[in-house]
């Protein structure tokens, strides 16, 4: 039951990927593009998945557990320090070389083109640098 | 501005809210694909066997509508194999060091109103901006 909650969920996000157009670089970086010929659509999608996520937290964190496990699971580090800032500017900066970040390119990586396969191949080998550090 | 150009937009973005929603509402977790994807080589912070079935349904999502919808899905206008891998390697390990990436900061920590989401997606955003700038207007490697 378990894993086809998860099976699920990652259907449901992938369809809002493609849908909100995020599966699509060259419109993400056309959003990054602030300086330039900037197209906001891409707000719109971080701001209806905000407050949707937001009134549904709000909801659910009202109840004592989730449906199929016994405790909530949520990230308890609250340190902004410099790995933090430093691993989230170099996020941006592969980012925003790009235009894939980790979910619209798990997605787009379906096409089996050779520039997504290369892509998902490095990031999972720095996954596994970080891990080899930790 | 007509508000229907961006109806899909929030369409989209409602769906990922969801599936975020969801997420919690079954499983207790946050919703952050960076974390979920990592947990498939580490296992270190829950069964393998739920992220590989996460990334599965993400798979499939984006395959199904590669089949049925042309354009759905799109290739990087970036071409070179060399700045693809540099790319997903700073990507991979930023969102190690960072815990988290647009999904995990972006969507949930926000919503969660944790102040260390809201520094980590300032710096990503303001880090991904800047990276446009530079390659776009000042390098003109010219991919847009």
Known sequence: MKILSYFFIGIVFGVGLILSGMTLPLKVLGFLDIFGNWDPTLAFVMGAAVITTTAGYQLILRRSSPILENSFSLPTVRAIDTKLLLGACMFGMGWGLVGFCPGPVLTAVSSLTAGTITFVCAMFAGFWVVGLAK | ?144
């Open chain 2, 1 to 144: 501005m007509d508000i229907l150009q961006y109806s899909d937009a929030i369409l989209g973005g409602a769906t990922i809210g969801l599936a975020a929603t969801l997420l919690l509402l079954l499983n207790g977790r946050v919703l952050g694909i960076s974390g979920i994807a990592a947990n498939i080589i580490s296992g270190q912070s829950y069964s393998r066997k739920y992220s590989i079935s996460f990334v599965c349904g993400l798979f499939l999502a984006g395959w199904t509508a590669f089949r049925l919808i042309p354009g759905a899905l799109a290739d990087s206008p970036v071409t070179d194999l060399k700045i693809l891998a540099l790319a997903g390697l700073l990507v991979g390990i930023g969102t190690r060091l960072g815990n988290g990436c647009t999904s995990g900061h972006g969507v949930c920590g926000l919503s969660r109103f944790s102040k260390r989401s809201l520094f980590a997606t300032i710096a990503f955003m303001a880090s991904a901006i800047a990276t446009v700038y530079l390659t776009q207007h000042i390098w003109e490697l010219g991919q847009l």
